[in-house]
């Protein structure tokens, strides 16, 4: 059986991390993620708002490195899970449990012209990029496509 998802979109709120009994790290964090389409009426696009849980590395790593209004990427399983409310009613609630969660865009410094791009490697734990190249190295081509390798 396959259960993959991979969604993109913003944090609604910072990430709340909190540990389990015996210390294992858990972030929970809510992604507003806007559909691909608009209404029947074409007007604006909807917006899910999908609840994310990530253990252990990945979680420290969502609580470090992303806040409120930050584009992230995560990609894990779809879980539903039953639990009973305060009053003894039976609830489920779908929700995704991330395996690995990136930067959906750059990071801006203060005052700075370029931007740096930041990734987490395969295991979700906090690693830098190299620094993007300046524009300086790129050449212009002329607009004759002979030019073109294909």
Known sequence: MLNHITIMGRLTRDPELRRTGSGVAVASFTVAVDRDFSGRDGGERETDFIDCVAWRQTGEFVSKY?????????????????????EGN????AEVVADNCYFGESKRSEGAPS????SAPAGGFGGYAA??????DFAML???????PF
């Open 142 to 148: 002329e607009d004759d496509d002979a030019q073109l």
């Open 115 to 118: 931007a740096v791009s930041y």
């Open 131 to 136: 620094p993007a190249a300046p524009a300086s």
């Open 66 to 86: 992303f806040t409120k209004g930050s584009m992230i990427v995560v990609s894990g399983r779809l879980q539903i899970r039953s639990w009973t409310d305060k």
């Open 90 to 93: 039976k609830r489920r609630t």
